[in-house]
């Protein structure tokens, strides 16, 4: 099929605003949802399940949050694994400490919890800007693990904070294989997904770039800087804090405080700098990518390295697959800044104009 | 041009603004009547952008008084100025870089939406019956100053005379009653000047919106403003009809030197 | 008292050992306005250098010129092939930049020297002064001195370099105002490829005082999280601001230390050690608070 809004005309702005405009992605869409929601549940193991389709899309929503913050409102934070880790123990206590609670409500909850502490730490970025806020997003990834690790309450009095999730049960219905639980992680994330483009699409999401390309002029306009802001951490850290809970209930199923590592928020920094700063498609590109380098070097480099005689070992794959995650962020830094998203856009209008590119 | 040049909408008394120890503003008082256009023209660095950022909030001035529109100013932030329906340009370009020229002017509207950020998430009712009419107005800004065919461009591509010119729109967006241009047509080449005069003559006119405009461009001002102020270090050394101002001694001494 | 002091004077120790670390950062920051995260990844390359060359076959003191060597090349790549690369994009992109920087730094340091943790032997024995223990009954070790009087020294000659010598002359007008400097006729990328050579340098005296106390591994990395709130607390621009914010950090997180478990325990029962690990950055927060420039940190006024 030719990739091509010719003869698609606009006669309202109403039109113009949907949120595909081109009839071509509109129908993709609905192929791209078919495929996952129907034909993925179909075909997919539980190795592919539980290893890499449920994780992804968890830290896909997880990226998703950090790159309202920093991609939209451009507030830098080095600590989104800190309120995921809000969101997995919020949602573990929930569950535990009120009797019949739905699970949704409790993810909800564990979500809102972590949008408070969010809040709390984002009040810094009200009078610190850039590397300085980095430094105080990094008091929370320290600080919170610290506390949920030293205050037993937390973790209901498990030796060294560990949890275990409790059974995911909804309408009297568990979801306990693999495939439901990736059927009801990809129906949350799709939901929010689609909640976050509505936001950067509406005059919540100019506000918040307003704040990020220009302050002064935004505060000017008449742009409140401090509501902007701490909406920014709020939603950001809501979407990490589900992402959180579900990583706890729908993935690992039992979790400890320092799993939520400064390596963690690393990462899934590295996923909106490769997928795209200040794109919902780059959160997910980006969560791919960095997901899949490593099971892809597991692979390859062994092989690699048999063929050509050297000798190998574990730590060297560990070692290589970080230098290629330095040099991967340095090169994106450098030669694509807006990442995969990017990449996507230009393929999308080369397909436009091909075959005749004048 | 029949127009009504009404009473004194803002009145400055005895301002002065200090950075430490730097003086940038000394006693400077005078007044904008509603809808003329009020230049103030100066030297380099004699505080007339300053000038503009006191009227709008940015800068706190250590003394003297701002009455808008007969109300007596208390320390105030500048969105608090774009609530009162003040609105502004930069000398050096403040656009949003990585947003398009349509989200830049929309973002002019912000004060006028009321839908929250829940609202935008599940794009309800409101939500979307905001984004289509703050729309419909923000096209005919964009038909005004004739950038249609940009709409959907990042303004951080555009050249340097269309940026002016988005500026100017943003600051249309919110359909302000008073309107400050810091250096409007710097930079420019005469085609694009001229543009940009008719522009601010029709804001003028049609919009009926009051201007303080900054310029260095002599000819433009003698030829468009109503009144016009002259800063030099600080002080105020001029204040009058363009004629009036052209021919003052004080002024033609710090625009030329002392022994001209 | 006695007990006081000792932890007092055994932080205010460590503090030097941070603001080394902070030293490297303050260069960088106040010459090129980047942010440079990869410093403590820096440490450990240094400090791996130097016990890789030595395994070697190599003595300590060729070793530490390789590692020189090593550390000046690196810099001046680093400058040549990322950052230049980057000039006038935003300083986050930048910030961002050198944690991929540290991030390669980590990776292939251990690929070409080796993983495994290794002591570091200067000659110098971590061990009380009998002198000063039976004078006032307080353990000091001869350790922490000399890194002290390391870091006096190194503080010194960079003071004497920025101040006497023409590049250092250069450097610190590069750092006033880079355009300013590129007018009249200072080459830029000159002086940045040197400052990360010097950056480099003080990395490597970091790299052997850490590596020599706590043994050549990774964790030598996490000497650049120690050493953010020093910045905070001192100002990004500031080598006094990152001496005494080191002096401040150490002495004040051992202080928590000791004396903060005892507290919280009384009030909600448990084990809470570890405050160090987060102590610094709720500190540096607090600075934020009431002096967001740092202590010896320049105020600016945004102009618009």
């Known amino acids: 099929m030719i990739y091509r809004e010719a003869g698609q005309f606009k006669t309202s702005y109403a039109a113009d605003q949907q949120l595909f405009p081109i009839r071509q992605d509109r129908i993709g869409i609905?192929?791209?949802?078919?495929?996952?929601?129907?034909?993925?549940?179909?075909?997919?193991s539980e190795y592919w399940f539980s290893a890499i389709l449920i994780p992804f899309l968890i830290f896909s929503l997880a990226a998703l949050g950090l790159n309202i913050l920093t991609g939209y409102a451009g507030q830098l934070s080095l600590g989104s694994a800190a309120f995921m880790a809000v969101g997995a123990y919020a949602a573990y206590n929930f569950q535990l400490r009120i009797d019949g609670i739905p699970i949704l409500i409790s993810f909800g909850f564990a979500g809102l919890t972590a949008a408070g502490v969010g809040i709390l730490f984002g009040l810094p970025s009200l009078w610190i800007k850039g590397f300085y806020l980095a430094v105080?997003?990094?008091?929370?990834?320290?600080?919170?693990?610290?506390?949920l690790t030293k205050f037993p309450w937390f973790s209901n009095y498990s030796s060294s904070g560990v949890i275990s999730a409790q059974k995911v049960v909804i309408l009297g219905h568990e979801f306990a294989s693999p495939r439901e639980k990736y059927l009801l992680v990809l129906s949350i994330v799709a939901v929010m997904a689609l909640a976050a483009k509505n936001m950067v699409r509406s005059s919540t999401g100019r506000a918040w770039m307003a704040v990020r390309d220009m302050d002064v002029a935004a505060a000017v306009i008449g742009i409140r800087l401090m509501p902007t802001k701490l909406l920014a951490f709020a939603v950001s850290s809501f979407y990490c804090g589900v992402a959180g809970a579900l990583y706890a209930f729908c993935y690992l199923g039992s979790v400890e405080p320092d799993g939520f590592s400064l390596d963690m928020s690393f990462r899934i920094l590295f996923m909106i700098i490769i997928g795209g700063v200040g794109s919902i498609l780059g959160s997910f590109l980006g969560a791919a990518f960095i997901l899949l380098l490593p099971i892809f070097l597991d692979i390859t480099l062994p092989w690699a390295a048999g063929l050509l005689g050297l000798p190998f070992s574990n730590a060297t794959v560990s070692h290589i697959q970080i230098l290629l995650f330095g040099t991967l962020i340095m090169f994106f830094l450098i030669v694509e800044p807006h990442g995969l998203a990017r990449l996507w856009q230009i393929g999308k209008e080369k397909l436009r104009l091909w075959p005749f590119p004048h | 041009m029949s127009k009504k040049i009404?009473?004194?909408?803002?009145?400055?008394?005895?301002?002065?603004?200090?950075?430490?120890?730097?003086?940038?503003?000394?006693?400077?008082?005078?007044?904008?009547?509603?809808?003329?256009?009020r230049a103030i023209i100066g030297p380099n660095g004699a505080g007339k952008s300053s000038m503009l950022n006191v009227i709008n909030g940015v800068y706190h001035p250590q003394e003297g008084v701002i009455v808008f529109r007969g109300q007596e100013r208390k320390r105030m932030e500048p969105h608090h100025a774009a609530t009162q329906g003040i609105a502004r340009t930069?000398?050096?370009?403040?656009?949003?870089?990585?947003?398009?020229?349509?989200?830049?002017?929309?973002?002019?509207r912000i004060t006028r939406m009321k839908a929250n950020f829940l609202e935008h998430a599940l794009w309800l009712g409101r939500a979307r019956r905001e984004e289509l009419e703050h729309r419909k107005k923000v096209e005919e800004i964009i038909d005004f100053l004739e950038i249609q065919h940009i709409r959907r461009t990042p303004v951080g591509r555009l050249p340097y005379g269309l940026q002016k010119r988005v500026e100017l729109g943003r600051a249309l967006a919110a359909?302000?009653?008073?309107?400050?241009?810091?250096?409007?047509?710097?930079?420019?080449?005469?085609?694009?000047?001229?543009?940009?005069?008719?522009?601010?003559?029709?804001?003028?006119?049609?919009?009926?919106?009051?201007i303080v405009l900054i310029e260095h461009d002599m000819g433009v001002v003698m030829d468009i403003s109503d009144r016009v102020v002259v800063l030099d270090y600080g002080k105020k050394i001029g204040d009058g009809l363009p004629d009036e101002v052209k021919n003052n001694e004080d002024v033609i001494t710090a625009y030329l030197g002392a022994s001209h | 008292m006695q007990f006081f002091m000792e932890v007092l004077i055994g932080g205010l120790l460590s503090g030097v050992m941070y603001a080394l670390v902070a030293l490297g950062f303050v260069l960088i920051y106040k010459a090129s306005g980047v942010f440079n995260f990869a410093q403590g990844a820096m440490v450990y390359l240094a400090a791996l250098s130097v016990v890789g060359c030595m395994e070697k076959g190599a003595p300590l003191w060729l070793a530490i010129i390789l590692a020189f060597a090593i550390m000046t090349l690196f810099g001046i790549a680093t400058e040549k092939f990322v950052l230049r690369k980057l000039v006038n994009q935003p300083p986050i992109a930048l910030f961002m930049a050198t944690i991929g920087l540290a991030f390669f730094i980590e990776g292939l340091a251990p690929m070409v020297f080796g993983s495994a943790p290794r002591a570091l032997d200067l000659g110098i024995v971590d061990e009380p002064i009998p002198a000063i223990l039976d004078a006032w009954g307080i353990v000091i070790s001869k350790f922490d001195l000399v890194a002290a009087g390391v870091a006096a020294l190194l503080v010194t000659t960079l003071a004497l370099f920025f101040q006497y010598t023409r590049i250092g002359r250069a450097l610190r007008a590069v750092a006033d105002d880079?355009?300013?400097?590129?007018?009249?006729?200072?080459?830029?990328?000159?002086?940045?490829?040197?400052?990360?050579?010097?950056?480099?340098?003080?990395?490597?005296?970091?790299?052997?005082?850490?590596g020599a106390r706590n043994g050549v591994q990774f964790a030598l990395t996490f000497t650049a999280l120690k050493a953010l709130p020093v910045l905070i607390i001192g100002g990004f621009t500031s080598v006094p601001g990152a001496i005494v914010g080191g002096l401040l950090i150490g002495a004040s997180e051992k202080l928590a230390e000791i004396y903060l478990p005892p507290v919280m325990q009384s009030l909600f029962g448990g084990n809470f050690g570890g405050i160090e690990g987060w102590f610094p950055y709720v500190l540096a927060l607090f600075f934020l608070l009431v002096r967001p420039e740092g202590l010896f940190g320049e105020k600016h006024i945004d102009r618009v």
């Open chain 2, 90 to 108: 930069f000398q050096n370009i403040a656009l949003f870089k990585g947003m398009s020229v349509l989200d830049n002017i929309m973002t002019g």
């Open chain 3, 178 to 210: 880079h355009q300013a400097a590129l007018s009249i006729g200072i080459p830029l990328q000159h002086i940045w490829a040197i400052v990360w050579g010097i950056a480099g340098f003080v990395a490597l005296v970091a790299g052997l005082m850490w």
């Open chain 1, 136 to 147: 105080a997003t990094l008091a929370a990834q320290f600080f919170i693990v610290w506390c």
């Open chain 1, 30 to 44: 609905l192929i791209l949802l078919a495929v996952v929601f129907l034909a993925i549940p179909g075909i997919a």
């Open chain 2, 6 to 37: 009404g009473d004194v909408i803002l009145d400055l008394q005895n301002i002065s603004l200090r950075f430490g120890g730097v003086k940038a503003l000394t006693d400077i008082s005078f007044d904008v009547r509603e809808h003329e256009i």
């Open chain 2, 175 to 210: 359909e302000p009653s008073m309107l400050l241009l810091d250096e409007p047509m710097a930079g420019m080449n005469v085609e694009e000047k001229q543009d940009m005069c008719r522009f601010i003559l029709d804001v003028n006119d049609q919009f009926g919106a009051t």
